[in-house]
């Protein structure tokens, strides 16, 4: 695998939105999964956030369901996450990760993994 480059975090307001982008260089990633994960400042670990398999199966934690969508575009090597109604906790470094895995474990699977683009959002 090669690397992975999040991009569009930034500071905005409760209820405001943000699209993250994740892009691949050196590799083409169609035929893996990508997830974004968030470190919060009182987080002791990464937290899953959105999971997009290569067929586009995707998968959310409960606290960003309704709120974010995650996509992909293989084309561009490129996978978007979507983040309306943005809320102060989801503030955090937001990072973006793959696995090869389809029935994967977000805890133990993912061993590529982007530096992480801070969103903060404010109350």
């Known amino acids: 695998q090669g690397q992975l480059a999040e991009s569009g975090g930034g500071l905005v307001q409760d209820g405001d939105s943000l699209r993250l982008s994740c892009i691949a260089s050196?590799?083409?990633?169609?035929?893996?999964?990508v997830a974004w994960f968030r470190q919060t400042p009182a987080g002791k670990e990464r937290e899953f956030v959105a999971?997009?398999?290569?067929?586009?199966?995707?998968r959310y934690v409960d606290s960003v369901k309704g709120r974010f969508t995650i996509s992909r575009d293989n084309s561009l090597n490129l996978v978007t996450l979507q983040m309306d109604n943005l809320r102060p906790e989801d503030t955090g470094v937001y990072y973006c990760?793959?696995?090869?895995?389809?029935?994967?474990?977000?805890?133990?699977?993912?061993?590529?993994w982007g530096r992480g683009t801070q969103v903060t959002v404010s109350s």
């Open positions: 050196g590799w083409f990633f169609e035929t893996y999964t």
């Open positions: 990760a793959s696995t090869r895995k389809f029935a994967y474990n977000p805890r133990t699977d993912f061993d590529s």
């Open positions: 999971g997009i398999t290569y067929n586009e199966d995707v």
